[in-house]
């Protein structure tokens, strides 16, 4: 049982990146769905989250920029990055959990609530 983030790679600024988050072992339908990141040097912040409805959450700073998304039938959800900056580098992380509000407040404030998985990371520099 496990959650898989890929995707990460090296981007120039300005453009896009889309980052996935598969599920082994369990189904992503039942869950919300959560991305973070983490700078180097830097705490790790909530980006984004769906819940099992495909109502979505975006950060400030990623809001119009960011999409997130879920493929049901892949098991798998989605960021996509778009207009990346420098200060998108970041390691990103899925983490996935049954209860929404422990995705959501979890998101918004940059915590872990004790969400039932979390991935791996992906690296995500943006550079030129």
């Known amino acids: 049982v496990q959650l898989q983030a890929s995707g990460g790679g090296l981007v120039q600024p300005g453009n896009s990146l889309t980052v996935s988050c598969a599920a082994s072992?369990?189904?992503?339908?039942?869950?919300?769905i959560g991305w973070f990141r983490q700078a180097p040097g830097k705490e790790r912040e909530g980006v984004s989250c769906?819940?099992?409805?495909?109502?979505?959450y975006y950060a400030d700073a990623v809001k119009g920029r960011f999409t997130i998304s879920r493929d049901n039938a892949k098991n798998t959800v989605y960021l996509q990055m778009n207009s990346l900056k420098p200060e998108n580098t970041a390691v990103y992380y899925c983490?996935?959990?049954?209860?929404?509000?422990?995705?959501?407040?979890?998101?918004?404030?940059?915590?872990?609530?004790?969400?039932?998985?979390w991935g791996q990371g992906t690296p995500v520099t943006v550079s030129s």
């Open positions: 769906i819940d099992k409805v495909n109502n979505t």
């Open positions: 072992g369990f189904t992503l339908d039942r869950y919300a």
């Open positions: 983490a996935a959990d049954r209860v929404l509000s422990t995705v959501l407040v979890g998101v918004i404030h940059s915590k872990d609530y004790g969400m039932d998985y």
